[in-house]
């Protein structure tokens, strides 16, 4: 299986089951795309050589020569040999095993506050209530939660803790305590905690950056790009903007870290669908690491990305990419998440075919200790699994989950991108299909222009 296509003045080969990129010329690109047509497999390639050449020298006999005809095939046919051209697939038969491997926790998202001081018009927690009620994470929950981790976690050695709301500062005392006892429990249970924090900033301070660049491994800072777009999507529930009050506090924190392990996070929505703009903003008030994802919401709502949005979006992600060639070219460069793609190594087999591991290897706690898939299942009690006090009393919901993998996935089967998105995210698979083994059709479709425009960036880059 391969896929192909233009951009930027490239011609990209990419090898789906390998993950080998060519960058043709014209003349194996054409090859390629006549051979495709013919819906035929490799072995047919290199046996119906000559049928196949002569249809393809009558198509393009004004650009081509028969000599270069014939060097092109040659080359393909190469490729072919060395497994890095129509490769087989490796991987189906190892998801069987996959499926049935034992079950450890790694990470939980620990809902420290379901309590926001923001009122965000796409907030997909309702102000961070999650379809109950305003409520903090006691010391105990938290304790209890932590203890829960380092019990389900097998031999593994280091574990994943993320402080997520609602806004975490509003409960930042508790927010420290855990820390602390994590800390503790790392020299009694040979562990090793990576400590996260997801925040909008309203309420940061200096002795707070002070704690998260000693304590979180990463920092998530929510801001949407620019002034009257972010102030638009995020105001207090005043109404009032929050732009101005934690823009400043933000270039402090990630000047602070290096300009490393954080990233600003924004959504954009249809209102802003030059989202580029809001992108080259944030690098543009020095911000290093960018995230600005598409919003995920019900048809309804006015804010929601449409179909006929997609065409635009598309090329705002080619615009983008173009804009990040020339600022690393200018030396100014910036990481923006989507882009990035590890074409050499990436992230291991299991996660590439099975995604995120929510539901068997991560895992939400809302302040009451209740455990769910993700934060995105909190308050849907059909995926209540069970607390941190008794543990998992809901395994069909984790067997369940365990058996989600790109080869369960129907639309999976013939994307290209199945190997980078690993399905997509469940939790809009289940939302929006009733299933979560189903895809969020408009997010498949951007994340496949993503992913050509990381290719391209890394083609652009190397020369």
């Not at 849907?380 to 790109?406: P, W």
Request: proline share 2%; glycine share 6%; net charge negative.
């Amino acid at each position: 299986m391969i896929h192909q296509y233009r951009n930027n003045g490239y011609n990209i080969v990419l090898d789906v089951n390998s993950g080998a990129v060519h960058i043709v010329d014209n003349m194996v690109y054409d090859l390629l795309e006549e051979w495709e047509k013919e819906e035929k497999d490799k072995q047919a390639f290199l046996s119906d050589k000559d049928c196949f050449l002569d249809k393809f020298k009558r198509k393009y006999t004004q650009q081509y020569t028969d000599m270069e005809i014939k060097e092109a095939y040659n080359e393909v046919k190469k490729l072919m040999e060395e497994e890095i051209l129509y490769s087989e697939d490796e991987y189906e038969d190892y998801i069987k095993q996959f499926k049935n491997r034992e079950t450890v926790v790694k990470a939980l998202c620990l809902h420290i506050a379901h309590d926001c001081n923001l009122a965000c018009r796409y907030c997909f927690a309702e102000e961070g209530e999650y379809h109950g009620h305003r409520e903090l994470m006691s010391y105990e929950v938290g304790k209890k939660a932590l203890d829960f981790l380092i019990r389900n976690s097998a031999n593994r050695r280091n574990l994943e803790v993320d402080f997520f709301g609602g806004e975490p500062l509003m409960n930042w005392q508790v927010v420290k305590d855990l820390v602390a006892y994590g800390r503790q429990m790392e020299k009694m249970h040979n562990k090793k905690f990576r400590f996260t924090l997801t925040t909008n900033g309203v309420l940061l301070n200096d002795e707070m950056m002070d704690f998260i660049n000693k304590e979180m491994s990463n920092v998530v800072l929510s801001v949407d790009g620019r002034k009257s777009v972010h102030d638009h999507m995020r105001p207090f529930r005043s109404g009032k903007g929050s732009y101005d009050l934690i823009i400043p506090k933000f270039q402090k924190l990630a000047d602070e870290r290096d300009q490393t392990n954080y990233y600003v996070r924004g959504t954009f929505t249809h209102n802003n669908l030059d989202f580029t703009n809001d992108v080259m903003h944030l690098s543009e008030l020095g911000f290093q690491q960018i995230s600005v994802e598409p919003v995920v919401a019900a048809e309804e709502e006015p804010y929601a990305i449409k179909e006929e949005d997609l065409p635009l979006l598309f090329k705002q992600y080619d615009e983008l990419a173009k804009k990040i060639i020339a600022k690393n070219k200018e030396g100014k460069g910036f990481n923006f998440f989507h882009f990035m793609i590890d074409l050499s190594g990436g992230p291991c087999v299991a996660k590439r075919l099975s995604g995120c591991g929510s539901g068997t290897e991560y895992l939400a706690v809302t302040p009451w200790g209740d455990l769910y898939p993700c934060h995105q299942f909190v308050g849907d009690e059909e995926f209540l699994m069970g607390n941190v006090f008794n543990g998992i009393v809901r395994e069909d919901i984790r067997e369940q989950f365990k058996k989600c993998n790109v080869y369960e996935k129907p639309k999976c089967k013939d994307c290209f991108a199945k190997f980078y998105c690993s399905g997509g995210c469940l939790a809009n698979s289940y939302h929006f299909h009733g299933s979560i083994l189903d895809c969020y059709d408009r997010g498949c479709e951007l994340q496949r222009k993503r992913v050509e425009c990381a290719i391209m960036i890394k083609a652009a880059l190397a020369e």
